[in-house]
């Protein structure tokens, strides 16, 4: 499907991901569990908090809130 990476639809961004990405993306290579990296459809301030706890080097990918996509967070 051809479509602008963008939209300014949370809603549609997670219709994208349930439709389209949530069987193919980010399991454990070998196995059918998510790797425990990825967090999904969380907000930038949900993965802040989550890292909070985590050292230098810590990460995890999460769903975009604004476009069509992934997100990596850190903390340095």
């Known amino acids: 499907m051809c ?5 300014s639809s949370r809603d549609e961004i997670i219709r994208w ?3 389209e990405q949530t069987l193919r993306v980010c399991l454990q ?3 059918s569990r ?3 990296w ?5 907000t930038r301030e949900e993965a802040e ?3 909070k706890s985590g050292s230098a080097g ?3 990918v999460r ?4 476009i069509f996509g992934y997100v990596l967070s850190y903390r340095t």
Request: glycine fraction near 6%.
């Open 38 to 42: 990825f967090h999904g459809i969380i």
């Open 29 to 31: 290579q070998g196995e």
């Open 58 to 60: 810590s990460f995890l």
């Open 17 to 19: 991901f349930k439709e």
């Open 49 to 51: 908090d989550l890292l």
């Open 34 to 36: 998510v790797a425990p």
């Open 63 to 66: 769903v975009s809130e604004r």
């Open 3 to 7: 479509r602008s990476l963008s939209t």
